[in-house]
DNA sequence: CTGAAAGCGCTTACAG
DNA sequence: CTGAAAGCGCTTACAG
């Protein structure tokens, strides 16, 4: 093992910052790859002092550490992740599954959990689900075996195989956008219920009495906003089942106008339309104008999570304003909690949400 | 090496589907994991022999194999990918590196990529540069040390430095959206600067004099269609340098309507404004609506993407489509063929747009 | 077609 | 505060 030349790199010029550190040739290995042992031996030390001393643990003189340091950023040392998780039986990444990504509602999720875990060494791994239960199985039967250090999921809704995966790997997990049952399992987001209740009765409050709730997508949030609808709708004594349109297919603005014509169509016609979420509701708006059918005036329309254009629409759409880069934020800090093995005392945080009233109401 | 008990699991009932296989007992590993060992010493053969077999190498006798797949099956075993990675110097990890996911032409791009490399067994690794060249570097620095198997990247605009670590890490690189300088880097796109061309001639031929060029955000390609524009505009005699408004900030719906206003404002007034991305042209169509501006009449709108919407707007947004998702999927082809070593004969591959003529202009 | 040996680059656990 | 030993779970390269 002593067939390293002497190290000459300690009187070479630092590489500029502009380019990547060169590889040495006086490494042993093949691949040309700078080590933890090349840095040690630099510095004459072992290679335990340089991983400590790296990695920040405590236990090493301060001088010595510096040193490490030094030597380490001179020769461009980068530790190797692949060796890192195969030895500490653990990576630095963090999955992330989400349902869609055309949802801009989940970018601004992603973005936040990205910022937030990256400035704590983690990177987030994202996967796509695409509202479907088969798919997310597969991701973590895909991504589990890669040891994340966590895993970030989106709602409750999985298939009971899922959720044995996820129970079985023992990865720290949060779940976002919904709350828990209060059965403990860490959460964070608002209850979909209420908001959609809250909307509700904004409509009521505005004197509408044939209110219509509007559906794409019918996954599990959307199902509780309708609970929500229900609840608000029965206690003002206006609940009426034919009033509401449940359809499967994915959302978008054309299915927003398809839903409008068909609501429209109700007998008698519904006063107002709580749309599920904004693209459709935006999709419904603009086939309103189409139609030059006054809102709210002929029919009121409202939308949930106040996308990006909401605001611009004509007229400015009534919506729900929902927290998710806050979700996405407090969710990562809370997953790091638990990869850190500390407590998070209430395992559920409520992030509430704001009824945000434009002139479509 | 011998205190194993023997293997037992042979006889044992496959485990259902719907629950992950169990850790056996008698691996020697104290993590639980079934190893790679483990099933050899279960079929009483080498580990290098259920490696070779598992990984679908010739020459391993075909009843063995059959034999080797049966038992790792029914065991649970799931390679290691930190280990693989280790072992072998690389990882399934393809790094796809985007500007931004708020625009859904690059969650587009992400989509078709993801499916074509999920499908030949790779996993997108996706980093958001949000335009900016350190940013991008920084997620360079930080993912290169995992040793992808392949990089994504957008567009050729970066700094001398990232372009210097992808150079020096020698991992296959495909560039998405443009096409190269024809020095044969491999790439997949379109001609940004003939679309903006084509889209400009467009509104020539519609009869209009005083066009317009909207762009916000102004990355590398706005200014390649920005090019274009000009070069449409010159052969047509009709170019005016007073009529391009470039403004650097983010776009947005919001931006749209504010780049209206003040291209509104020029004097004389263009009579066709041809903005650089749909997102602006849907926000300035619809403050063209809020002033009753009609469109095209006293002014012809386009934009460029044909994002969703696009196709709802009132009216509806002439545009040009981009062929994001055949550019993620051939991109991640390209990429397979480099990763495994082989040509690709016509390094830059030009997939082309398409003018779609609505009724803004 | 199959296997024994060595090693990938780290960290864990145990000593001192 | 520091280090020698062993091992994480694979694959490469060399034999046969």
């Known amino acids: 093992m002593a067939r390293h030349p002497p190290p000459a790199s300690q009187s070479a010029p630092l590489p500029s910052s502009a380019e990547p550190a060169r590889h040495r040739s006086r490494s042993s290995r093949a691949s040309g790859r700078v080590t933890l042992s090349d840095v040690a031996e630099a510095v004459g030390v072992s290679p335990m002092t340089v991983s400590r001393a790296l990695r920040g643990e405590r236990r090493v003189d301060p001088a010595l550490v510096e040193k490490i340091r030094a030597t380490a950023a001179q020769m461009g040392y980068v530790p190797d992740p692949a060796a890192r998780a195969l030895a500490s039986q653990k990576s630095a990444q963090v999955l992330v599954l989400v349902p869609m990504l055309s949802n801009t509602l989940f970018v601004d999720l992603i973005e936040a959990v990205h910022k937030e875990l990256f400035a704590a060494g983690y990177h987030a791994l994202i996967g796509v689900t695409h509202y479907d239960r088969a798919e997310e199985e597969q991701l973590l039967r895909t991504y589990l075996p890669m040891r994340p250090a966590g895993l970030l999921l989106t709602g409750f809704d999985r298939s009971p195989a899922a959720r044995a995966l ?196």
């Open 166 to 361: 996820v129970a079985a790997s023992k990865v720290p997990c949060v779940h976002l956008m919904e709350l828990g049952d209060g059965s403990g399992t860490p959460s964070v987001g608002f209850s979909q219920a209420d908001a959609g209740a809250s909307i509700t009765r904004h409509l009521v409050e505005r004197g509408h009495r044939r209110i219509a709730f509007c559906a794409g997508q019918l996954d599990a949030r959307v199902m509780q906003r309708a609970t929500g609808y229900r609840r608000a709708l029965q206690e003002a004594g206006l609940y009426d089942p034919s009033l509401e349109l449940l359809w499967p297919r994915p959302t978008s603005m054309a299915l927003g106008a398809e839903l409008l014509d068909a609501a429209l169509r109700l007998e008698p016609a519904p006063d107002a339309l709580f749309f599920c979420n904004d693209d459709i509701a935006q999709g419904a708006l603009l086939e309103a104008l189409r139609r030059g059918l006054q809102v709210p005036q002929r029919v009121a329309i409202t939308g949930f999570n106040d996308l990006p254009g909401s605001d611009q629409m004509v007229p400015p759409l009534t919506t729900i304003r929902t927290p998710r880069s806050h979700i996405g934020t407090e969710g990562a800090r809370m997953l790091l909690k638990l990869i850190r093995g500390e407590p998070v005392d209430p395992p559920s945080m409520d992030l509430g949400y704001e009824l945000v009233v434009r002139q479509s109401s």
